[in-house]
């Protein structure tokens, strides 16, 4: 259970530090343009027009509240906990992203910027944000990795056919971190009429608390729900952790909720082994990365390590500076699934409840597996499914089948 | 911020341009690219044509502030085996033949994995005498008290066409050896023409300030040094530089082609 002493500070402090983690480790180049984004969300978030115009937007056109389902015949063949998921699977575009996406569009507008950028690893950041720029008007850029275009193909052509230009990016493992140095490069140089929607809790203030907050009505949402239905919280609460914007989300409402325990599940990739993962807790180093102070994958002298794993969108070198406060405070615990395992969560929650889940939203799955059985029938678990698996159904394919889908 | 006991290279330099109404001329190079033997040979051509200060990249992994030029060059230096510790052993060996001013260019990533406070000590030990943090803004440095500025190296900073004139006075209130003007948005790199507003934002920084300015992003050829050079306290030519080195890393004449490059640079500069 949770070691932390609660109720948890607020956080982050009015620089983006959340303890000895997070601030603004940027170039003087881009000071300016995060301050007054800064100064427009906080201004923005007290305004009850720009929250009303978001809570229309997410109902109608995104399609919230998504659902708390029961998963009865998954939990029946675990033999533990009760398992339920929350679907954020079943959002427009397939995924939690569109949540941030469409509140930093709606945050563009009042910032008067005309272009948006954004990077995308999975593609489901980059589907969002391509979608948001088409409902608005924004002329939108996405910069992805090269590797990153092979694995999710059909990502890249729904961006194309939604109005976004992408950019492969092909410095470096040409996969999310690389697009991200991208994507700030253009922020540098063309910062009075862009606005970069950074996809994950990463990155300089204000975007790790600024992207938490938009992502905060999956855990709002799940706490109403299951104590409408249960009368009770949670004994856990599970989800994958790549930047970590949709774990952030769902645990960030319960944070002072004595009883619930949380854990958060990174890439294990092939295993612990250097350039093999993409585990931060595991064999990670404190340093600064892309904005932030927080836990990242680099060698000795600071150079940082490349990372591998199956699912596109956990495959980064650095975790979001609340998660690596979290950790310290000893409130979450963090753990990491296979390549493998994952795959298995992929197949598992598929054939038992008809719901093919992300290959990202398959390690938190993958890590019910593991601990559902463990615990008792009155114990309560929501992992949040965090996207769908329409788009990793090529991959996992080649994975499993042995087959290229586009060639039979 | 403290200061030095002993006189520092970067401000001794600065202050015989001033003598001599001179400008500065700062040329930027990535260590160990290509190899860290041939950095001592880059640096000595550089003083040969006239360089008064050398700005020398500690190469990052991921130099988000930087084109592809001088990614390019982080690249081969990381793959050609440049590590911190040979970059501070280079410097030491550079230290047997010159006494130019050496201005460490990084990120901080690599500095905090050596130990903040011991590679200022290191650095200043091996012969450096300031150091460019790209992307440690000075709001961070005073927050963080693992990060304060250690008085072994001059702590050299950025301004940008974007600094409002409150934080141009709070960078400068704080800057040692010279600020480092970069005259246009955008990540390094060659321009074709020159930005506009230099002498106006230099003056306002001036004012503000008692270190020289210097300007640079983007300065390839005499003209634009020269037109620099007639605004501000010193000139920086980097990626320029770092293409040729590209281009002839190899060649047994690279200290011969980057002179011929780079004299008609700084006589730009001086003729001012």
Redesign the interface.
């Known amino acids: 259970m949770s070691t932390a002493t609660l109720p948890l500070p607020v956080m982050p402090d009015t620089?983006g530090?959340f303890g000895?983690f997070g601030?603004?480790?940027?170039?003087?180049?881009l000071?300016?343009?995060l301050t007054d984004l800064s100064d427009h969300y906080d201004r923005a978030r007290k305004d009850p027009a720009f929250q009303a115009e978001l809570d229309r937007l997410l109902g109608d056109y995104v399609g919230r509240p998504t659902p708390l389902y029961l998963a009865e015949r998954w939990t029946e063949k675990l033999g533990g906990a009760k398992v339920y998921l929350k679907r954020e699977d079943l959002l427009h575009t397939g995924a939690h992203k569109i949540n941030n996406a469409l509140g930093q569009a709606l945050l563009a507008l009042r910032l008067g910027k005309k272009r948006i950028i954004a990077e995308t690893g999975a593609g489901q950041h980059g589907v969002a944000t391509a979608t948001v720029c088409a409902r608005f008007g924004f002329d939108c850029t996405i910069y992805m990795g090269k590797v990153d275009m092979e694995r999710q193909a059909l990502n890249v052509a729904r961006m194309r056919f939604l109005g976004a230009k992408v950019v492969a990016v092909t410095?470096?493992q040409a996969t999310l971190?690389e697009a991200?140095?991208e994507a700030?490069?253009d922020w540098?140089?063309?910062?009075?009429t862009t606005h970069y929607i950074l996809g994950s809790a990463l990155g300089s203030h204000p975007f790790p608390m600024m992207v938490r907050d938009f992502h905060r009505v999956i855990g709002v949402e799940a706490r109403e729900q299951i104590l409408a239905r249960e009368n009770r919280l949670p004994d856990l609460l599970v989800a994958c952790v790549g930047g970590g914007s949709n774990a952030m989300g769902l645990f960030h409402p319960f944070l002072n909720d004595e009883g619930v325990r949380m854990i958060g599940v990174e890439a294990g990739g092939e295993g612990i082994l250097p350039e093999k993962h993409a585990a931060r807790f595991q064999g990670g180093?404190?340093?600064?990365?892309?904005?932030t102070?927080t836990w990242l994958l680099?060698n000795?002298?600071?150079?940082?390590e490349l990372t591998h794993s199956v699912s596109a969108g956990l495959d980064y070198a650095a975790i979001g500076p609340e998660h690596a406060w979290l950790h310290e405070q000893g409130r979450v615990e963090y753990t990491y699934a296979t390549d493998d395992e994952a795959m298995g969560g992929f197949q598992e929650l598929s054939r038992v409840e008809g719901i093919i889940p992300a290959l990202e939203s398959a390690h938190a799955v993958a890590h019910v597996k593991k601990i559902a059985p463990l615990m008792s029938p009155d114990d309560i678990i929501v992992v949040n499914l965090s996207g769908r698996g329409d788009k990793d159904v090529a991959q996992a394919a080649r994975i499993v089948f042995g087959e290229d889908i586009f060639k039979m | 911020m403290s200061a030095p006991q002993t006189a520092n290279r970067i401000d001794t330099r600065f202050q015989q341009l001033h003598a001599d109404s001179k400008r500065a001329f700062v040329a930027y190079v990535c260590a160990g690219d290509p190899t860290l033997d041939r950095t001592i040979d880059v640096v000595l051509a550089l003083e040969k044509a006239g360089a008064d200060i050398i700005e020398l990249g500690l190469p990052f992994s991921d130099p988000l502030a930087d084109g592809v030029v001088n990614q390019l060059a982080a690249d081969r230096a990381l793959r050609a085996g440049a590590s911190t510790q040979g970059v501070l052993d280079m410097i030491r060996k550079l230290r047997e033949h010159t006494q130019i001013p050496l201005v460490l260019f990084t990120y901080l990533n690599p500095v905090y994995a050596f130990g903040y406070e011991r590679f200022h000590h290191e650095a200043a030990a091996a012969g450096a005498d300031g150091i460019l943090v790209l992307d440690l803004p000075p709001d961070e440095a005073s927050q963080n008290a693992e990060l304060k500025p250690a008085p072994d190296l001059r702590h050299i900073q950025l301004i940008a066409p974007t600094s409002s004139p409150e934080r141009i006075k709070q960078i400068a209130a704080s800057a040692e050896g010279f600020i480092y003007y970069v005259s246009r948005l955008g990540v390094t790199g060659t321009q074709t023409s020159v930005a506009t507003g230099i002498a106006e934002q230099v003056a306002v920084i001036k004012a503000a300030s008692n270190v020289p300015v210097c300007v640079g992003f983007g300065v390839s050829n005499p003209d634009q040094a020269a037109e620099i050079a007639s605004k501000a306290d010193g000139v920086v030519v980097g990626s320029a530089i770092v293409r040729l080195i590209e281009q002839n890393g190899s060649s047994p004449d690279l200290a011969d082609r980057l002179l011929a490059f780079v004299k008609p640079l700084v006589d730009a500069v001086k003729a001012v």
Do not use: C, S, W, Y
């Not at chain 1, 601030?23 to 180049?29: I, L, N, Y």
């Not at chain 1, 540098?188 to 009075?192: F, I, L, R």
């Not at chain 1, 000795?300 to 940082?304: E, V």
């Open positions: 620089h530090h000895r601030g603004m480790f940027v170039p003087e180049t000071m300016a343009a410095a470096g971190k991200v140095n700030m490069r540098v140089t063309n910062v009075e180093r404190l340093g600064v990365l892309q904005g102070k680099a000795a002298d600071g150079q940082i």
